[in-house]
């Protein structure tokens, strides 16, 4: 990680996530002067200017506006990860980093670099065996990676007035992880985790604080993005490893000191009644459901791996932190009886 950040002001979006938490409390660490942007969900570290705006409405971009002001480096994580329709995640995901971005673009003094984080899953799913490359044309399957997809093209139209680099990440995980730990490692201490499909899945992970590396990288270093006609400015990254589904269930048993769990392949079909039931649920409780069929499209392809060697070489990004040393820093910061910090992608 490096310690380049002092004295330098960056604006944060999505601060109050998963991933922004993390990222601005390595950034106040390395003497950083940080603009938060939240809605109004309070932050959980000192150190760190709030700014109240929304993306998405006239009178909350007028906030954005105000806590750009100033910043030499905005780096972009608000996102909606689960919506009950696709306009939900359309609205953020798109409509919303469009928005930053012409804000961005039109101002007298634009930020030296503007860093979006998107998602694998606005590149695709992968060829088993065969890691997506940033060159391979995108194919998303799933509402929430083509509105990701979107918010990249978005960004790459304001291409000729700001500079842009985007950081495409496949699962990420660590201490704080809402979503992906906190649901597999329950089933592993149990002994019986299920895999959605009965054929073989190959997956990239990337732990937080690698992620974090990566876009702190990219506001300094890379390609930034061309107007159009090419992959410029975009980088995947994960850990370098592809795994299947066995082997990620058989290290976090490992970790934990547990035997290795029986995995129980559940039918595509059953895995989309299921979402199906868990949306009816959530409507009833005003709640949006991780399973759901968006999920479901992701779930039933066969791979989901990317090479970061672009990434490597431009950024000079190298994972620091493999599965093993992941989960155990998840569990190190993960009070008993709890599944997850607090926090949101």
Partial sequence: MTAGAFGKRFLVTGAAGFVGRRLCAILTAQGAHVTALVHRTPLPYGGIRPAIGDLTTAEGMRGVRAAADGAEYVIHLAAVVKSRSCPGYWRCNAEGTANLARILAAAPL???????????????????????????????????GRSKLAGEQAVRKCADRLGAVVIRPPIVYGPGDPAFLPTLLPMVRKGLVLKAGVGPKRYSLIHVDDLCAALLAATERGTTMRSEGSSSGVYSVSDGQEYTWQRLCRTAADVMGYRPPLLIPVPHTVTRAVAIGAEAAGRLRGTVPALNRDKVRELNCAAWACSSARAGQDLGFTPSIQLPEGIASFLAATPPGRKSPPGHT
């Fill in 110 to 144: 634009p930020p030296r670099r503007l860093v979006l984080c998107s998602s694998l899953a606005a590149a695709g799913p992968s060829l088993p065996g065969r890691p997506r490359t940033e060159d391979d044309p995108p194919a998303p399957v799933s509402h929430y």
